[in-house]
C-alpha cells in the first residue's frame, strides 16, 4: 500500500521559478515530515523537516506547507538553480528517528 | 552532521554467491538501523528493522534467510544478500537515527549490488 502520494513525477522548472511538490499522506498517526534530495548513484539527504503543529516552516530557499486537516504537505523551492537538479522524496513516519514511509519521488530539473 | 558509512559502495557478483554490506555510524550510537532498497527510478522501500542485540524486523514480503541482518555493535549492522540472484541487483541504504540529538534519520551513501 502507498501511504505517501507523491505528485508530480517529474518536473521541469526554469532557473528563478519556484519548485512546487506536493505530498499526500493517510496514516494519521504520522507526526513528523521530511524532505530529501538524492543526487544519481548517492543516499538521501535530509533538506528540511516539519511537524505537525505549525503549518509552514522555511530555510533558506526551501519551504514546506502543511495541511493537517487536508494530511497534504508540500515543498517549494524557490528561486530555482541547476545545482537543485535532483530526486525529492517527501517521507513521513511517527516520530523522528523512526522508520520512514517515502513517497514516490519527484525528478526537478532545472535548466539554466 | 552526523554520519553513517556504507561499504562497499558497489560491489559485482556472480548469481549464486553472497554479498556482504556494512553500514556503520561514525559519530553516534544506533541501536536501531534501517535498510532500504531502491530500484533504479523508484523510491525507497523498507526492507527491514535492525535491532541492536536482537533479531531484525523484517517488512512483509522481504525473506529473511535470503536478506540476512546482524546488529552486532551500536555503530555497525550488516546486510548480507545470500545466494544471490540477477532480481537481486538494486541500490541499498541504510540509514540511523541520531537519538542522543534531534533523533534525525541520516543516510548512508548507498551500495549498489549488480549480481551478473
Known amino acids: 500500500q502507498q501511504q505517501v502520494k507523491q505528485s508530480p513525477q517529474s518536473l521541469i522548472v526554469q532557473k528563478g521559478g519556484i519548485s512546487i511538490i506536493n505530498c499526500a499522506y493517510e496514516?494519521?498517526?504520522?507526526?513528523?515530515f521530511p524532505w530529501y534530495q538524492q543526487f544519481p548513484g548517492k543516499g538521501p539527504a535530509l533538506l528540511i523537516a516539519?511537524?505537525?503543529?505549525?503549518s509552514e516552516k522555511k530555510e533558506g530557499r526551501f519551504t514546506i506547507s502543511f495541511n493537517k486537516s487536508a494530511k497534504q504537505f508540500s515543498l517549494h523551492i524557490m528561486d530555482s538553480q541547476p545545482g537543485d537538479s535532483a530526486t525529492y522524496f517527501c517521507a513521513a513516519s511517527g516520530n523522528a528517528g523512526n522508520m520512514l514511509t517515502f513517497g514516490g519521488g519527484t525528478r526537478l530539473m532545472v535548466k539554466p | 552532521g552526523a554520519v553513517v558509512s556504507q561499504h562497499p559502495s558497489w560491489v559485482i557478483c556472480k548469481s549464486g554467491t553472497s554479498v556482504k554490506i556494512e553500514c556503520r555510524s561514525l559519530?553516534?550510537?544506533?541501536?536501531?538501523m534501517f535498510w532500504y532498497r531502491q530500484f533504479p527510478k523508484q523510491s525507497l522501500m523498507l526492507m527491514a528493522t535492525s535491532n541492536e542485540g536482537s533479531k531484525a524486523t523484517y517488512e512483509q514480503g522481504v525473506e529473511k534467510d535470503k536478506f540476512l541482518i546482524n546488529h552486532a555493535s551500536l555503530t555497525l549492522s550488516t546486510l548480507t544478500v545470500t545466494s544471490a540472484h540477477p532480481e537481486d541487483s538494486s541500490f541499498y541504504i541504510c540509514?540511523?537515527?541520531?537519538?542522543?540529538?534531534?533523533?534525525?534519520?541520516?543516510f548512508g551513501e548507498g551500495s549498489r549490488l549488480t549480481v551478473l
Open positions: 559519530d553516534f550510537q544506533a541501536t536501531t
Open positions: 516539519i511537524r505537525p503543529d505549525v
Open positions: 540509514s540511523a537515527p541520531d537519538r542522543a540529538k534531534t533523533g534525525e534519520l541520516f
Open positions: 496514516n494519521t498517526a504520522f507526526d513528523y
